[in-house]
């Protein structure tokens, strides 16, 4: 039985992708096969300092979802149900890395119901390969310069490197390689 949109269900996958990890590329790759339409949303976040901008962030989830024509990058702010309407989403994605997760993500859907129950939340599992995988340990082990390889998508950790290296008041920050060129 197809949807009203003869499988062309728009979806929005929000997130502050600070930065994007093979974590969130996973739940990225398995929405777009469901969904007909996957908008992936940038959240300005003003509670949180982030280390790439807005609009570094969408450049790079451009760059490494290419590949999937029927994901489009943008971003928002305010209240996340106001712009799924506005994009006229009937389904939210969230990820889920493990239960400590869903607790959270229950009270949002949850609240995001209340505001608009014409749209519905979904939950993924992230792959339990990428279940310990989040922004913060990603930007904390490259800020110390550990390897984040098979961690994120190359542009990802060559731009990660390159923010580290770019006048860093840390020692750890002035010890990292800096990328030059094709891998």
Partial sequence: MKGENDGKTTAVYPGSFDPVTNGHLDIIRRAANVFGRLIVAVG?????????????????????????PNVEIDHFDGLLVDYARSKGAKVIIKGLRAVSDFEYELQMASINHRLDDRIETFFMMTSPKYSFLSSSIIREVARLNGSIAGLVPEEVETALRAKFSAGGSSPERSRLPSQSGPR
């Fill in 44 to 68: 300005a976040n003003a509670a949180k300092t982030p280390l790439f901008s807005v609009a570094e962030r969408v450049e790079l989830l451009r760059s490494v979802t290419r590949d999937l």
